[in-house]
DNA sequence: CCTTCGACGGCAAGCGGTTGCGGAACTCTC
DNA sequence: GAGAGTTCCGCAACCGCTTGCCGTCGAAGG
């Protein structure tokens, strides 16, 4: 059917062994030898069928990324930037989408893991447990998580958060209130010890409310916690509940950023197009996939190192956030 | 290493052969022998290698998705839909983003050729000749396109553009604008003759502007237009082209929906968002990601069948339509 | 009791590459 | 000009699984 190694060997007059060489160890064959079954692999368009090698290698020069929700906007920008940084690496991905539910999460990457040489987990929702046990049989590399021996790549949300407060300080707000995100998340819990080292180190008052669901609809309906509380800066756990708040407030009356100012996360799209453009901490998710990515190559080349790597968050003044009302 | 078909064969007391048989074909290996068989490989853990299996028959169980722009939010549901319905059908499928480079496109095609049983392409940019040629090899489904001798899937624009039309109508606006896409957009030119027919059925002038950017910025660009032409109600190329135009009037301080109505296409989560929510056709991008995969999965199985799978747009009426200005 | 026939399962040859081993041909050295 | 080293390349086994072919065995038929 399609051209293979032989048809190479043959055309060049050569045996197999050395056109697989002349591919994969150029430097065992002579040059002359070489442009000859270069030539006749050009001549029948011939391409190495990445499957048969992983046979025998072990390697398939493939990578899984395993993600929550595609259709989630957070998540497009890392996939499409580790996607990229794959290919340019010569990797293919296979991208897979576990609706949030960790079964099929578990289910997905033991179907994977014979095509693949390792996995990127964005946000897993599989328990830590869970997780180092299926490490022992593949290199894995999770993001915004922290699980023993494995490498990991984490936004610190931290950072963002104090230029947030401090931001929203030099506006002469003195109230916030910080709207957590879902029970177990990561960055929610790094958002709030952050957000109230900041406020305390300034001598503003910060409250924490949550958990709240991580969408508009969560915003909306943490709108009421934040008039309550007098507040009149928010910061909120991503820009989908910056943007139910300030709909929330709206629909009170109450107009943002004139009487409460309002800072999202994430800098998606939908957050930038919003009116009044949101005020965000920008996450560095192409960064985050890239990042990803290479650790995972190094896992998979170098043996069982687990790295780290931290990337830094910092805020993005737009129109949700305004001076502090008198 | 990992558990092989030998390891089962050797625990179950059987030949590799039935083994293999009785995951491949059941029926041909007796009952009490499969039973020991499965037994055997659920103690073990065993899980069949696919690329092993691949090289004989022929059949990876994977796909191809290659989008454009993994990042631009119409095709994120596209993509997940697309991942979890061939995942129940027990395919994996990597997901690959052009950036909107033909060159990149047929690369990717050729190194994905041997590792895949199909590929679905979702607004391809390479020539339709190309795509013919590739074609050759390898079944593929285009989605919003047609090209001769492949399946395809299209998202007729043309009824939800009618109904756009109609619903404007209905509110009284007698002059309208429809700001297409970009040059070679074959649902931009979909758009554009359905909504001058229908105009011209219902007797109100419509004036065709393009090609414009897909993007807001386009949008912002096109609104110099709208307010020239005089046009009251607007039909822009997608979500973020009529978010664009709403900017671009409200920036000369033309009230939407009070003085010009605006409807955009595609229901993404930025235009559901937006303030006004956007009036929106919607593109059934989720079953259009299910169908692609569904033609490609018969194609795949039934050989050269060349179906076409239509799907039907509709309008979805939110805030950014009005009544027309006396 | 012998033939015929299915049903079952073992055998072995691949699928398209990779790779350790060893031999042939050269180049060097003394 | 023989021995030692190198370089280059062919040989063949193997990676994990599939499948056409054939032998065996028990049951059915005569």
């Known amino acids: 059917?399609?051209?293979?190694?032989?048809?190479?060997?043959?055309?060049?007059?050569?045996?197999?062994?050395?056109?697989?060489?002349?591919?994969?160890?150029?430097?065992?064959?002579?040059?002359?030898?070489?442009?000859?079954?270069?030539?006749?692999?050009?001549?029948?368009?011939?391409?190495?069928?990445?499957?048969?090698?992983?046979?025998?290698?072990?390697?398939?020069?493939?990578?899984?990324?395993?993600?929550?929700?595609?259709?989630?906007?957070?998540?497009?920008?890392?996939?499409?930037?580790?996607?990229?940084?794959?290919?340019?690496?010569?990797?293919?991905?296979?991208?897979?989408?576990?609706?949030?539910?960790?079964?099929?999460?578990?289910?997905?990457?033991?179907?994977?893991?014979?095509?693949?040489?390792?996995v990127v987990l964005v946000a897993p929702r599989l328990t830590n447990l869970a997780i180092e046990r299926l490490g022992m049989d593949l290199p894995f590399v999770v993001v915004n998580r922290r699980v023993k021996g494995l490498s990991a790549v984490l936004m610190d949300i931290g950072h963002g958060t104090e230029e947030a407060v401090e931001h929203l300080a030099g506006l002469g707000h003195r109230r916030m209130m910080l709207i957590g995100g879902p029970r177990a998340s990561w960055s929610s819990e790094q958002m709030s010890r952050s957000g109230v080292a900041a406020a305390a180190r300034l001598g503003v008052e910060m409250t924490v409310t949550g958990p709240n669901s991580p969408t508009e609809q969560g915003g909306v309906e943490a709108s009421a916690a934040v008039l309550e509380s007098g507040a009149t800066a928010v910061i909120a756990y991503n820009d989908l509940v910056a943007i139910g708040v300030i709909e929330g407030l709206n629909d009170r009356g109450v107009d943002v950023p004139g009487a409460v100012s309002v800072v999202g996360v994430d800098d998606t799209v939908t957050g930038r197009l919003n009116r009044p453009k949101l005020t965000t901490i920008v996450m560095p998710t192409p960064a985050a996939g890239r990042t990803a990515v290479d650790l995972l190559l190094q896992a998979v080349a170098g043996g069982r190192t687990a790295a780290q790597a931290t990337l830094e968050t910092s805020l993005t003044v737009r129109d949700s956030t305004g001076p502090a009302p008198d």
């Open 1 to 118: 059917m399609a051209v293979t190694i032989r048809d190479v060997a043959k055309a060049a007059g050569v045996h197999v062994s050395t056109v697989s060489r002349t591919f994969s160890a150029p430097n065992l064959v002579n040059a002359a030898t070489r442009e000859r079954v270069l030539a006749a692999a050009q001549r029948l368009d011939y391409r190495p069928n990445r499957a048969a090698s992983a046979l025998t290698t072990g390697r398939t020069h493939n990578l899984g990324l395993i993600v929550a929700d595609i259709a989630n906007p957070f998540f497009p920008p890392l996939i499409k930037a580790a996607q990229a940084y794959a290919r340019e690496r010569e990797y293919h991905v296979f991208v897979a989408d576990t609706d949030e539910d960790p079964q099929a999460e578990e289910e997905l990457i033991q179907t994977l893991a014979k095509q693949v040489d390792g």
